[in-house]
């Protein structure tokens, strides 16, 4: 059977509603978890406040736990006799078996199985071990809720509309969302939904907080609030200079390559990186990547080796070791 509710709060059996109130506020603050994280009753009593509060709150379930010690009394079958309370916070007394009322069909109904219902044990067994009941203390709440989100490169480069179907905000059945993601959001951003989490003893709601994970692009990469775009470029462009149509998050652009460009040089195009609601946007930067060709024919190789030997150059020279 519970412990006294009244003795839990520390108030007598004719408090007040503000005095159950306010008790029960003063042992939530004194009893929470997260203010006795090194107390690991703390939860077990915080809980129990709790229940306590929930049954002396309740017009009905008080009147029950006053007559009968317990909250949840079913009601007593139609037509019954001789049952009469004990009061206080005892069980009940009874003179015999419940029988049923004039014209009822129930006809007898068994003590020991009421009793049981009642009381939380059963009275063919009474004398013996009472029944084993085991209370699971819950984990210390949290009133604010984490959900992560898993978005694609552009989604989180340009911002986006989720629909979310969530539980745990305070309702039994999930509830469906429509969350905004701004554009420039990094991994692990937080986009914070004020007053949509859990509902907190002290009044209001936590927040939910959406977890931004990006996947990975095949060929875009991030720099902070640029993108990088690795560009191949042939041996004859890379001389002579050439106009190459490449992508962006918002289509194609044409990049002016100049001539003599070398590789991990960095053509920047204005505006296509990150934008944000608030700052200017990122940049795409374009690395050049200069591929040599392969697998040169007999004639190709001779007129390359002229032109080395007409044109001698030192690669090496700036080094940071020369």
Not at 116 to 129: I, N
Request: aromatic letters at 6%.
């Amino acid at each position: 059977m519970p412990r006294d509710y009244y003795q839990v709060l520390g108030i007598s059996r004719s408090a007040s509603q503000d005095e159950i109130k306010a008790a029960y506020r003063k042992l939530v603050r004194k009893f929470h978890p997260d203010a006795n994280k090194s107390d690991a009753s703390a939860g077990a009593k915080f809980k129990e406040v709790q229940e306590a509060y929930d049954v002396l709150s309740d017009t009905k379930k008080r009147e029950n736990f006053d007559r009968f010690g317990r909250a949840d009394i079913p009601e007593p079958p139609p037509g019954t006799r001789n049952y009469r309370s004990t009061g206080g916070t005892g069980g009940f007394r009874n003179s015999g078996d419940w029988q049923g009322g004039a014209g009822s069909d129930m006809g007898s109904v068994d003590l020991n199985d009421i009793f049981e219902k009642f009381s939380g044990f059963s009275r063919r067994s009474r004398g013996a071990s009472t029944r084993q009941h085991t209370t699971e203390v819950p984990t210390p709440p949290n009133y604010d809720i984490n959900h992560d989100v898993t978005l694609h490169f552009q989604q989180a480069a340009r911002g986006t509309k989720l629909s979310l179907q969530l539980t745990g905000l305070g309702g039994r059945r999930p509830e469906t969302l429509e969350v905004t993601i701004p554009p420039g959001v990094h991994e692990g951003s937080k986009v914070r939904l004020k007053g949509r989490g859990q509902p907190s003893p002290y009044g209001g709601r936590g927040d939910l907080n959406i977890i931004t994970h990006i996947e990975k692009h095949p060929y875009f990469t991030r720099d902070g609030d640029d993108v990088i775009l690795d560009l191949p470029i042939s041996l004859t462009e890379a001389i002579h200079g050439a106009t190459i149509e490449v992508p962006t998050l918002d289509g194609p652009v044409a990049v002016k390559v100049p001539p003599g460009i070398n590789t991990n040089k960095k053509l920047r195009i204005k505006g296509r990186g990150l934008h944000h609601p608030s700052k200017p946007a990122g940049d795409q930067l374009c690395r050049i990547q200069v591929m040599l060709p392969e697998n040169l024919n007999a004639a190709a190789q001779k007129d390359i080796d002229q032109w080395c030997d007409a044109n001698p150059y030192n690669a090496r020279r700036g080094a940071p070791w020369v």
